[in-house]
């Protein structure tokens, strides 16, 4: 008789533990997704900045350089300077968090530098 008592006391558990589950289960894989798109985002600032340093060593202008950084990573800055025939490019973005509980969290900004060598003209040579 007793065994029948504490079978019918579990009842339910399974419930309330799926219940609790669930959104700590959710709040895990969002933020996951996040941390996916903040590694897509770095890749994103590193391939600008190297687009950025190689245009303007190749001799564009300053614009048109600064431009085809600005289409990889169209939702961060993109800066150039020029030391002599070194050129560096440097991009980053700020990521934030999704929202909800994440909203505690501080965003996360992608940095991201590239150096380069100015090529030799080679139009002027004979």
């Known amino acids: 008789m007793r065994s029948r008592r504490a079978c019918r006391d ?3 558990a399974v419930t309330a533990e799926l219940v609790l589950g669930i959104p700590v289960l959710l709040g895990v894989v969002v933020g996951l997704v996040w941390l996916l798109a903040v590694g897509a985002a770095q890749v994103r600032a590193v391939d600008a900045a190297r687009e950025t340093a ?9 614009s048109v350089a600064l431009a085809a950084g600005r289409r990889v990573l169209p939702e961060g800055v993109v800066e150039l300077s020029e030391d002599g025939e070194q050129v560096t490019a440097v991009a980053s973005a700020r990521i934030d ?14 940095r991201a530098e590239a150096h380069a060598l100015r090529e030799p003209d080679l139009g002027s040579a004979p």
């Open 10 to 12: 579990d009842r339910g």
């Open 54 to 62: 190689r245009a303007a060593a190749r001799g564009e202008d300053r």
């Open 97 to 110: 968090p999704p929202g909800g509980l994440f909203d505690a969290l501080a965003g996360i900004t992608v």
